[in-house]
């Protein structure tokens, strides 16, 4: 558990607790300090701010605490479907005041989800008048001054870094945070029509030219492409439409808003959202070296060129990897293929330093394919090298394998794939570079054999495992396999859930040493979630966050990687 996390904790034991202020304090007094501090608030504090715009009656000092603790908890630890209001509601803040002449404190032991355990108010009182000359957050028991009014000529009193690093909003260090989809024809939206994503709910941006700027690069010319930043909608060019970009960013918007208690439209940010790459390509013409990788630059510095001229600050956040279809096709090996991901995550992230000057490193989420059948592999090479990847690379991020979602041709997916497909890279954006957050899937972490039984324990992000038949078609033996030493399948008699992060395969025989356990290896069909290589776990996740794509709600729940293990 996060240390943050554990400070929160113990102020939601003491939510109960009834205020404590100075007896001697009279209720005048009293109320004059509060209405001082909520003044304060109004101007400095962003989920204050959201509390009185948008749950009404809600966000005043002291608010009475309601409902069960365990809910409330949960809803702090981002485990409950409670919208921003919901929670604001049900971990409400507490507060103690004590005033001494012409001094006062006071603090609120906050609880919503901000790296904060409490708000150190002090003040004092010139002529009848209360004013705030500083504040501190404390965190993990240490507190850190975030408002100084005597420095109210240097930033309006600000105390940075400390004073963003308290805001939810702070963790994004740039006012236009651009994320890059990549990749080849899935990143680009091919047979995914209609368009979608036809407005912009939460104040993305998009260059002039479109999504995939290239095209209109092709009709109008750079010049009128990159004229201007405009809201992020999908566009259609022949047969591509709906990309992952809408979904990506919707969703990092969303648990924004639902997370952190903050109002999209008035972060001090916004999301920009390009997709630069190309159908049908491998990994080697998507790379530096490459054909296409120079759209990216591209992107990048058109991009640092129009937030220089609003005045923003601008930096590359993450890069989103929709490829490995085509180095399935060539039989690419393992090994080659890992280092060259690596090597694309460095240059992007050593050219976008360079033309934006930033310092923080560029993340790469990618996705796992699960189409090798489609390509008459037997061998799912580039899924396994994927995740080897992101074992190897802190910078490189499983978001979803792709045996969830619904395919059109065994190669591609449809339009409302690609942005759920999106909505899952969105999540592991918004826990990366928002929460800085370590992102892990739901994958195995130990496995050991005794006699004719196997026991896998995973590492769940949201316990406790589940099958799912539903999502996903049913796979026999949900998608698990023993293969012997000598590359015969040995039989499974029973596969079954012992634990809410434990599976158990029985065979039917003792397990030599050297069997491997293969899960999505195999499947009827060619791909997607109906027929193909799949498999049925997944956690809990998708009970408490939904991705609202305007539509429905869609579940997003983390289903389990494709991986083998050796016993």
Known sequence: MRPEHSALLLVLACCACSRQGDPGSSHAERAAVEHEVSVWRDRYDPVWQYAHTHCAGSASLGASVSGDLGRRIRQVLHTSTANACDRWNDAPETTSVAINDASATLIVHTADARPASALQFSLTNAGGNWTVQKVAASRAGTLHAIYDASQAATDEGRIEPAYSQWTPHGAAPWAITHVITYGQSLSQGFFNQPVLSTHQRYASLRFAGGVRVQDAVQKIGAPRSYENFVPLTETRFDAEAETPTSGTLDMAMQLIAQENLQDPAQLPYRFLGSAPGEGAMDID??????????????????????????????????????????DDAIDTPIPDYVTKLRRLRSDVDHDAKAITGQTADVELIAYQLATHKSFSQPFPHIALALLQASHEDPHIHIAAPMYLFRYVDGRHTDNRSSQWLGAYYGLVLKRVLIDHETWTPLEPMSWRRDGDTATLRFKVPAPPLQWDTTQVAGNTNYGFALRLPSGQMLPIRSVSITGPDQVQIVADGAIPAGTEVEYAFEGEGLAGSRFGPRGNLRDSQGDAIQFDNGRELKRMDNWCVIFHAQL
Do not use: H
Request: proline share 2%; charged share 30%.
């Open 285 to 326: 013409e998507l790379s530096k070296s490459g054909q296409f990788y120079p759209r990216i630059v591209r992107d990048i510095t058109e991009a640092k060129r129009l937030a220089d001229a609003e005045g923003k600050s601008y930096g590359v956040g993450a890069m989103t990897w929709t490829q490995g279809e085509s």
